[in-house]
């Protein structure tokens, strides 16, 4: 009795932070919203029964993010492996927007934990195949990287132990394995084991052994409308594999799903034995055209008795399956992944973990409350805008940006900001960014008006990425006089049909505010930015020009709002 009635108390204590509930629920997709694209996952039972994602992060930095739950529905931003320029010092090198940071695989073995990964930089065809290894996920110390020798010269890895010990590493292209040595990085020739059903790129795998079998789960079709998963065993890890007879495994493809280019899966097990799936998804019915937030992270139940291949649920907006307990007692000071910002920059205080910049930042174009400044982000200006230039050069001039993603399909951000900007063409404001070719701002800027210079409130539009879209022209007005002396609230909002509305008063009087200009999600989704998705935040610029003149953001505020689950249904944020 004195048991039972300690479980009793335990469940009235703990709610709602953890339910003693464990039947199947219904939860909603995606579960990790936003961009966060090639997602991989592990159940760690050492630590607490706690499951650990990462996904892809290309150009952004930190990057490679790793996220933390205890129930698969609440996700805490665990970490970044990648966190110190000096661990790659290629990201800052010149290139094309979809370069980075590509569709890592995290594992967990006797007290470590495994991430490698792939660095690609476009035009220059080499992936560069990199494991990060850490032994306290929730500190962004993971250690500098072991280049692993990549002889198939391809992306996706996939590292795996097998039960004599042996570690091997998958690769693309068809899958091309090797037996790799993680200390010194070498990596013996590498044999092909399957080519996939023969859809084109045979990409993103991962290897499982279960019930004498060794499976191999891998993408195809691309990851766009034609995405699948595919699955294919075999006795001896070198072949030959047996393809499943239900393949594609996992797919949205020719379907009027609300959730598409399903695929690029991992699968593991929960404290209960229960098997599920993360894919990557994208939220836009089979039009395809409209995605801001791009590739997100979704959950899948799955079947899988002995020696049969897995079954597995179809990806939707609604799905229920074994969740074990809620539970957001998860460890770490990072924000849940669907949680808002109040940031308000005090003294002292360091860049929170959900900031992100495009490639690793010249820090000191940026400070967290500076001397006569208290309770503000300063950003000082970069030579280049958002946009850059032919001679940009992102080790040396760096871009005055740091941002968020945005996690809910409806939202409220705004920031305060005080400028007082002196030299022409100086530049400070906001933006919805999905790449530096594709753009949407709203900003305050010094430009001559009858031979003189003075602050103006601009709105514009950045879409030569998305060449298949007319943008919008440009809406500049003078910055009212009366609005000069104190602080100006920039302000975004993103609507239920899909556009983002920009906005500006003056702190003292709200009601003064001023519209200046709505654009479509269209215009950030896709084009450039075909593996990414958007981000939000606040920017400074002396666009090429010699202005100095630094930018005070204070009262950074995110608000998630609304979720699409399918097609013009909503839910709270």
């Keep these: 009795m004195l048991v039972l009635c300690n479980i009793i108390w335990a469940c009235i204590t703990l709610i709602p932070l953890v339910s003693c509930s464990n039947r199947d629920k219904t939860y909603t997709n995606p579960i990790l919203p936003g961009w966060n694209s090639d997602p991989s996952c592990t159940f760690v039972k050492e630590w607490d029964d706690t499951f650990f994602c990462t996904t892809s992060s290309f150009l952004a930095f930190p990057g490679v993010p790793i996220y933390a739950s205890k129930d698969l529905t609440n996700w805490r931003l665990a970490s970044h492996a990648l966190t110190r320029p000096s661990q790659l010092p290629e990201l800052c090198n010149p290139g094309q927007q979809m370069e980075g940071m590509w569709a890592s695989t995290i594992r967990y073995r006797d007290g470590t934990f495994y991430l490698i990964t792939s660095y690609i930089q476009w035009n220059d065809w ?18 500098d990287p072991v280049v692993i020798e990549n002889p198939a010269n391809d992306i996706d890895p996939d590292i795996f132990w097998d039960d ?11 899958i091309w394995i090797s037996e790799i040595n993680i200390e010194t990085g070498a990596a013996t020739e590498p044999f092909k084991v399957w080519n996939g059903t023969g859809d084109r790129n045979p990409e993103g795998p991962h290897f499982y052994k279960k019930d004498g079998y060794y499976y191999l789960l891998i993408g195809e079709g691309g990851t766009e409308l034609n995405h699948t998963a595919t699955l294919a065993r075999s006795k001896d890890i070198r072949g030959p594999y047996e393809g499943y007879p239900g393949n594609p495994f996992l797919t949205n493809k020719n379907t009027d799903e609300y959730f598409q280019t399903v695929g690029h899966a991992d699968l593991f097990q929960d404290a209960s034995g229960n098997w599920w799936a993360v894919a990557l998804a994208t939220r836009s019915g089979p039009a395809w055209e409209v995605y801001p937030m791009g590739r997100e992270t979704v959950l899948v139940p799955m079947k899988w008795e002995k020696g049969e291949w897995p079954v597995i649920d179809q990806v939707r907006g609604k799905q229920s399956g074994p969740l074990p307990p809620t ?18 920059f005090a003294p002292g205080s360091s860049f929170p973990k959900q900031l992100l910049f495009w490639r690793p930042p010249r820090t000191s174009l940026f400070a967290i409350s500076p ?55 100086e530049e400070a404001g906001v933006t919805v960014f999905l790449t530096q070719m594709q753009h949407i701002d709203l900003s305050v800027i010094n430009l001559a008006t009858n031979g003189s210079l003075a602050p103006h409130l601009r709105w ?29 609230r920039l302000s975004i909002e993103a609507t239920e049909d899909s556009q983002y509305s920009f906005s500006a008063a003056p702190v003292s009087r709200p009601k003064e505010a001023i519209s200046m200009g709505t654009a479509s999600a269209e215009i950030v989704s896709g084009g450039s930015g ?4 958007t981000i939000v935040g606040a920017f400074a610029t002396s666009n090429n020009g010699t202005g100095t003149t630094p930018a005070y953001f204070s009262r950074w505020r995110y608000t998630p709002k609304k979720q699409a689950v399918t097609a013009g249904v909503f839910i709270p944020a």
């Design 327 to 344: 539970n957001k007692r998860v460890k770490g000071n990072g924000p849940f992944a669907d949680e808002g910002d109040e940031l308000n």
């Design 371 to 425: 001397p006569g400044h208290p309770n503000t982000l300063r950003i000082s200006p970069s030579r280049v805008n958002l946009t850059a230039d032919t001679v940009y050069n992102p080790a040396g001039d760096g871009i005055a940006f740091i941002a968020r993603k945005q996690t809910a399909t409806t939202f409220d951000y705004s920031v305060e900001l005080s400028f007082q900007p002196t030299q022409a063409d």
């Design 530 to 533: 075909p593996f990414t998705g």
């Design 126 to 143: 080499a992936p560069k195949i990199l494991l990060f290894t850490t032994k306290h996920p929730f500190e962004d110390n993971w250690s």
């Design 460 to 488: 514009r539009v950045e879409a030569v990425g998305n060449p298949n879209y007319t943008a919008p022209e440009a809406n500049t007005v003078p910055l009212p006089k009366s609005w000069r002396a104190q602080p100006v």
């Design 164 to 174: 004599d010990g042996k570690i091997y590493m998958a690769v693309a292209a068809g």
